[in-house]
DNA sequence: GGTCCTTTGAAGGAT
DNA sequence: ATCCTTCAAAGGACC
């Protein structure tokens, strides 16, 4: 499969639009979902809508308030923004974007592409497409400052551009949305006030990185400075595959990859010089930032994840992280090979792109960044203590489980039709979501090894594990975690969740043949309910 | 305010 | 080569 470093022209593009949003599995996965649905989707669209409604009307608000207090409350407007997303891809559900699986694209808000650094012209149809795909919520500040580099008027701020959705626009536009603590949409633009009062003393002050950037790359400088207006989208030598995507539109690394992108591929005045001196600044501080600022490039599931969350959180009740991750743990095993291919390919080029912005930053950088779990002790930590930490019963996660769940089962055409287990189908960049895997959704057990005695389901490890050692045989399981997860108390040591305690009630406790995985599978599309209860008790 | 929970995957150190 | 640990996102729960 072409790579990124193929040198293909729009390769990635191309490559993007391969991935349509269409393909069969998400049908599959539609339909489950509509099954797993209890909730009228109008009912759903609605309360969404309405939901959306306030809050993008309290966001629009929040906007023109923010304009001159720079200073914005960035969680409340990422929840507004948010939920103004997931209903916005419900709004337009009858099109392109019904998919449930990219939630975040109908959001886009695109690059003014007439602009002239941006020139339509030299967009090839998958450039655009990826172009806009890469650039999902281009907001005010982006088009502002797109426009702003002819013309900076500040006015030009409240340019709000409508949304635009592209028919051909890649639905894993997560890509680069992922990053959304950096994303300030209803800040100005960093180039027209680079300096952010400080809200305490009221002094303006050099703001820091996370706050300028999503701006910084948008300067009409660096914009024009660009050699080319694919240069990311049309890998040359060297050449950054988003080098103009740094900010703005939610880039996953904004606050760097002016930094490592930008410095290392753009004359070193570039950047400074469309700037005030605060960005100057900011930019030099940028250099001699620690990497530690970096974040990991997301994963596939963490892509997928940000990605179904809001759905999963809106066809439930549950709020609890915790409980969802384990429902989308399961939708995970649950995709399709294919559909998993795209987030495995989408995590790899999100991995290149890391490593292009910075080259010398290691996962390890990032090490101790958070005080040293205490995960280490609970292994051994009694279930008391567990149960300590969970006041909610179980049996609160059943009906909201049991919704989510009935898609799961509905995969049963995945054991009823057991995958052969032929040599990896899936791209090199999916580390071949494991046939074991796609034969047994109901084994998600969702760290099994860390939660009961069973034995893991053999994972999808990274790409060095060949896919053949667990596709090879779909009931092949092995002792332990390919990941390393850590050992757990035995399955009844502590109360579990009952996402994963129904999960490990019908996770087959040795390697079961396919037999085994059909009469769970029927017992659990029989009596899932039944089972979970019982377990519960 | 910090940490945990929970998921999978990736990375890198340790063995 | 394999194992083990940590972190990535998310947000409620907990301390």
């Known amino acids: ?51 959306s409604e306030n809050n993008s009307s309290s966001s629009d608000s929040e906007q023109n308030e923010r304009r001159p207090q720079p200073r914005a409350d960035l969680e409340s407007y990422e929840k507004a923004r948010e939920y103004f997303t997931e209903a916005l891809r419900r709004q337009q559900d009858g099109g392109f974007f019904k998919s449930p699986h990219y ?79 950096h994303f300030s949409p209803g800040t100005p633009p960093a180039h027209l006030s680079p300096e952010i009062l400080d809200p305490k003393t009221g002094i303006p002050r050099t703001p820091h990185p996370s706050e300028l950037s999503p701006y910084y790359p948008l300067s009409p400088g660096a914009m024009g400075q660009i050699p080319h207006p694919l240069g990311w989208l049309v890998p040359q030598q060297g050449q950054p595959m988003y080098p103009i995507t740094a900010g703005g539109f939610r880039h996953p690394y904004p606050a760097l990859a002016m930094n490592a992108s930008m410095s290392s591929h753009f004359s070193p005045h570039i950047v400074p010089h469309h700037h005030h001196h605060g960005l100057h600044q900011t930019a030099h501080a940028y250099n001699t930032l ?3 600022h970096i974040k990991k490039p997301l994963n596939a599931f963490m892509l997928y994840m940000k990605e179904m969350r809001a759905k999963v959180v809106a066809e439930c009740t549950l709020k609890e992280s915790a409980a969802i991750n ?4 399961r939708r995970w095993h649950s995709l399709s090979r294919e559909e998993q291919a795209k987030y495995y390919e989408l995590a ?7 490593s292009q912005l910075y080259p010398g930053w290691s996962a390890r950088d990032n090490y101790g960044k958070r005080k040293k779990r205490k995960r280490d002790n609970k292994t051994d930590s009694t279930p008391e203590d567990f149960s300590a930490r969970h006041k909610k019963p179980c049996v609160q ?32 960049a999916a580390p071949a979501p494991t046939h074991s895997e796609q034969a047994q959704p109901l084994s998600l057990t969702t760290k099994p090894d860390r939660h009961h005695h069973f034995p893991l389901l053999s994972k999808p490890s990274s790409s060095s594990s060949s896919s053949s050692s667990s596709s090879a045989s779909s ?63």
């Open 1 to 51: 499969m072409p790579q990124l470093n193929g040198g293909g022209g729009d390769e990635l593009g191309a490559n993007d639009e391969l991935i349509s949003f269409k393909d069969e599995g998400e049908q599959e996965e539609k339909i489950s979902e509509n099954v797993s649905a209890e909730r009228d989707l109008d009912d759903v669209k609605s309360s969404l809508v309405n939901e």
């Open 103 to 181: 939630p975040g694209y109908p959001f886009l808000m695109i690059p003014d592409l007439t602009n002239p650094y941006l020139s339509s012209g030299a967009l090839s149809p998958s450039a655009r497409t990826y172009l806009q795909m890469k650039w999902p919520l281009l907001d005010v500040p982006g088009t502002a400052v797109l426009r702003d580099s002819r013309s900076p008027t500040p006015g030009q701020l409240s340019n709000k551009v409508p949304v635009v959705q592209h028919a051909h626009m890649h639905p894993l536009t997560p890509l680069i949305t992922y990053s959304n603590e």
């Open 290 to 292: 620690p990497s530690s």
């Open 326 to 329: 384990q429902i989308l743990g």
């Open 348 to 354: 790899r080029k999100e991995r290149q792109l890391h």
């Open 397 to 428: 996660y059943l009906p909201q489980e049991k919704m989510i769940d009935s898609p799961a089962s509905s995969h049963g055409s995945m054991l009823d039709s057991p995958a052969t287990p032929s040599a990896a189908l899936a791209s090199p």
């Open 475 to 537: 009931s092949s399981y092995q002792p332990t975690s390919a990941s390393g997860r850590q050992s757990t108390p035995p399955l009844l040591s502590r109360p579990l969740p009952l996402a994963s305690l129904h999960a490990s009630l019908l996770s087959p406790p040795s390697p079961f043949h396919q037999a085994a995985l059909h009469s769970h599978h029927a017992l659990f599309q029989s009596q899932p309910l039944s089972l979970v209860t019982k377990s519960a008790d």
